[in-house]
């Protein structure tokens, strides 16, 4: 057996008898391993394709489902168009009673809260120190009359005896001085004869204007002082005033038109500015203007006989300017605000098909009053328009409609007039566009209520704007 040589590699143990691996080999694999990548991308595609287009036809068939609307028709009816204002109601007339003599104060004749007549006597002092001075100025001036007689004799007198030549000229001037010294006596002791009067009256205090009386400051038996105690406040409250203010803005169109018209209509309203409580004219506006509030007061008059205004009551005055026979008027849940501050309406027309569809329509508001908005320019009267379910409407919306009953109290937190949500929560369903989206980028919110003549077809009102989802 032949021996091997040791110095020779083991072929076995290095493998280098096996042949080497085709290159050709190696790209096979990469292709296949890129055409695998591929197919598997292809068929990710092509199933976000088909989700998509599931979506986008799950989105249309839900865009053009009908939405429930609730509506209400357009009105023209009478309406005022007025300026409102926060006004303080202030007595007609204020007398603070003071005594114009001093003395003890008798049992008073009045009772506390009462009405007064003017002339009516409501305190008296006690007369008798000014019955006494008057007596003593009538003695007085019976005195100085007796002896005013007797010197009128003496004159004559003299003049006869200076006739005679008894006297002379000196003695009879004499007499005639005496006897105008007299006279002149009479005249004083006449005025204080008719001051004593005076003074003796000044004991009996009488109302001086017909009013409301209040409580009595000073207690009888209490000596009081002349021209420095106060008695009681009378106020006249039938009529009463109510002084109010407006921007300097609209004071113009108010002066024109109490220029020509010397009874423009004021109404009074509560503090909550919905319940109207009397009816009065505006009576004058004040000779300038506040500079630290850029306002001016104005006073208007009311009759009061119902005695609903007291002093010092805050009240909301609507300042009619005019009062329109035939004023477009739509529910001011209706009104609908855009991004760039523009006001429109929903309104429910036909599709020509037996369907209903939903449009926008542009107004232009003259005056918010409380839930009725009046408009200048708008719908038709008679049109539909959306007062609940807006949030949901596009132009062209298919929808069905019910009678819209806006709500008076709506949400917890929300002003009068404001809707809820449309049915089922307001939230959109899978693929349904977001709430108010329309096709113009534009979106719209519910109409809240605005407070009654805030603002009118000159100004806009001031809305919060609903962010696009």
């Known amino acids: 057996m032949p021996i091997q040589n040791a110095t020779e590699p083991d072929v076995a143990k290095t493998g280098e008898s096996h042949p080497r691996r085709s290159p050709w080999v190696r790209v096979f694999i990469y292709l296949v391993l890129i055409a695998a990548g591929a197919f598997i991308g292809w068929r990710v595609y092509q199933n976000k394709q088909k989700a998509n287009a599931n979506t986008a036809h799950q989105a249309a068939a839900l865009a ?35 005594a114009r003599v001093s003395g003890e104060l008798l049992p008073v004749k009045f009772t506390e809260g009462q009405e007064v007549k003017e002339g009516e006597t409501i305190m008296v002092i006690d007369p008798k120190p000014y019955q006494a001075s008057l007596d003593q100025a009538k003695g007085t001036l019976a005195h100085d009359q007796a002896l005013l007689k007797n010197a009128q004799a003496e004159v004559n007198r003299y003049k006869a005896l200076f006739a005679a030549g008894v006297v002379s000229r000196e003695s009879m001037e004499a007499n005639e001085a005496q006897l105008g010294q007299y ?17 003796l009256s000044w004991c009996t205090i009488k109302a001086p204007i017909s009013g409301k009386i209040g409580l009595r400051l000073v207690d009888p038996g209490n000596v009081i002082s002349a021209n420095s105690t106060n008695l009681v406040v009378i106020n006249q409250l ?19 038109r109490l220029a020509a018209d010397k009874h423009m209509p004021v109404d009074a309203y509560d503090r909550s500015d919905t319940q ?18 850029g306002t001016g007061k104005l006073k208007a008059v009311f009759n009061n006989q119902d005695s609903v205004l007291f002093p010092n009551q805050f009240v909301n005055i609507h300042l009619v300017l005019e009062n329109r026979p035939n004023a477009l008027v739509v529910p001011s849940a209706a009104i ?4 760039n501050g523009s006001l429109f309406v929903w309104t429910v027309n036909s599709d020509g098909k037996g369907g209903q569809v939903s449009q926008m329509q542009p107004v232009t508001v003259a005056l918010a009053e409380g839930q009725t908005t009046i408009l200048d320019s708008g719908p038709a009267p008679g049109t539909q328009v959306v007062v609940d379910g807006a949030e949901r409407l596009r132009p062209g919306q298919p929808v069905t409609t019910s009678a819209g009953h806006p709500r008076q109290g709506g949400r917890p937190g929300s002003e009068p007039g404001m809707t809820d949500s449309a049915p089922g929560g307001g939230q959109p369903s899978p693929g349904q566009p977001a709430p108010g989206a329309r096709p ?23 809305s919060n704007q609903r962010q696009q989802q």
């Open 183 to 199: 006279q002149g006596a009479i005249q004083s002791d006449n005025a204080a004869v008719e001051n004593a009067q005076l003074q």
């Open 276 to 293: 109207l409580l009397t009816k009065g004219n505006l009576l004058t506006a004040d000779n300038q203007i506040d500079p630290t509030t």
């Open 64 to 98: 053009n489902r009908p939405v429930p609307v609730q509506v209400v028709p357009a009105e023209q009816k009478p309406m005022p168009i007025y300026l409102t204002g926060l006004g303080t109601v202030t007595p007609n007339f204020t007398v603070t009673v003071k």
């Open 238 to 256: 039938k009529p009463i005033a109510v002084y109010f203010t407006l921007p300097e803005n609209q004071l113009p169109q108010v002066l024109k």
């Open 440 to 462: 113009d980028g534009a979106q719209g919110q519910p109409g809240a209520n605005r407070r009654s003549g805030q603002y009118r077809s000159d100004q806009s009102p001031s």
């Open 336 to 339: 609908q605000t855009g991004l």
